[in-house]
T-cell receptor, first 119, second 115 residues
Framework: DSGVTQTPKHLITATGQRVTLRCSPR?????VYWYQQSLDQGLQFLIH???????AKGNILERFSAQQFPDLHSELNLSSLELGDSALYFC??????????????????FGPGTRLTVL | DAKTTQPPSMDCAEGRAANLPCNHS???????VYWYRQIHSQGPQYIIH???NNETNEMASLIITEDRKSSTLILPHATLRDTAVYYC????????????????FGTGTRLQVTL
């Protein structure tokens, strides 16, 4: 158990709909990363938030957005869903304090994921 | 981040050591080597990481060559539960708090542990 939680575990919806995925980082972690894993693309980085601020964007579609709240949980919003958005969505968290870890790195710990199926 | 090359698949007998190689010939001096694994469709699990020294933890050992162009992850006594896809990732360390970069996953090595 990594300490990162994600809800829901499974989500089935129709094309054109909008869904929200939720991620709670490990206690004290300030960074949240979102990744998408589809069959043909592998694990792809979407976006990174640190302490409520967006820090980096990957290949995230304009139909997708995210935010990190004051309590540090994060939500990934997917709208105008298409069949190709069906995938596993993982979040990861890192950085327990305002200093980097003693090893000088920033290890990411992943949640169990949300499986999104768009019909 | 430097690109890594891993064999697509490997087999290992249960109880034997599993040695998973990774080439990262273009690695820079400030880049770390990370290993994660993914069991079926579960979230990737952190295993170990290192910069230039060999590292060991309760899960595995990481051997990095002196020129840092390749590394080997060693699972000392593989079990059936170690069957997974193993990813070797090279990543720059954070320049300051909260600036750490994404993880770039390749296709990894599918390790099959058999009886």
């Amino acid at each position: 158990d990594s300490g990162v939680t994600q809800t829901p575990k499974h989500l089935i919806t129709a094309t054109g709909q909008r869904v929200t995925l939720r991620c709670s980082p490990r206690s004290g972690d300030l960074s949240v990363y979102w990744y998408q894993q589809s069959l043909d693309q592998g694990l792809q980085f979407l976006i990174h938030y640190y302490n409520g601020e967006e820090r980096a964007k990957g290949n995230i579609l304009e139909r997708f957005s995210a935010q990190q709240f004051p309590d540090l949980h994060s939500e990934l919003n997917l709208s105008s869903l298409e069949l190709g958005d069906s995938a596993l969505y993982f979040c990861a968290s890192s950085v327990r304090s305002h200093r980097t870890s003693g090893s000088g790195t920033d290890t990411q710990y992943f949640g169990p994921g949300t499986r999104l199926t768009v019909l | 981040d430097a690109k890594t090359t891993q064999p697509p698949s490997m087999d290992c007998a249960e109880g034997r050591a599993a040695n998973l190689p990774c080439n990262h010939s273009t690695i820079s001096g400030n880049e770390y080597v990370y290993w994660y694994r993914q069991i079926h469709s579960q979230g990737p699990q952190y295993i170990i990481h290192g910069l230039k020294n060999n590292e060991t933890n309760e899960m595995a050992s990481l051997i990095i060559t002196e020129d840092r162009k390749s590394s080997t992850l060693i699972l000392p006594h593989a079990t059936l539960r170690d069957t997974a896809v193993y990813y070797c990732i090279v990543r720059v360390g954070p320049l300051s708090t909260g600036t750490a970069s994404k993880l770039t996953f390749g296709t990894g090595t599918r390790l099959q542990v058999t009886l």
